[in-house]
């Protein structure tokens, strides 16, 4: 009996952590991207996990990265974060961001279990939900 409860009070603590950590990992994000828009690279990169560390070596590397391929993240005219989902590995945070041209793009970002935090692991550029008339 004490192992069921003890089971049941470990699934409900999984099930509330994404709750509980809803708003840090979207400050993890907005200060990311609030880095990117200072062309603060040391401070933007320093929110990535140690696997997009090593993948891109430095801050600049990883500056220039995001500059090429996400021109949306780097210079944002609104960013709205959407719902999360929880991920063997961590969390999966879905975020809206329109671009300074106006146009609207979905993002899912991985983030990962830090020792104080959250840490981003990767971000995917998603299809637009289709829009009906």
Sequence with gaps: MRTMIAALGLMLAATLAPAQDSAGISRIIEDQIAALQADDFD????????DIKRLFGTPDRFGAMVQDGYPMVY???DVTMLEQSQTPSGVVQRVMIRDAQGRL??????MVPAGDGWQINGVQLLRAPETGV
């Design 105 to 110: 793009h979905f993002l899912a970002y991985q």
């Design 75 to 77: 210079r944002p005219s």
């Design 43 to 50: 401070r933007a990169f320093s929110y990535a996990s140690p």
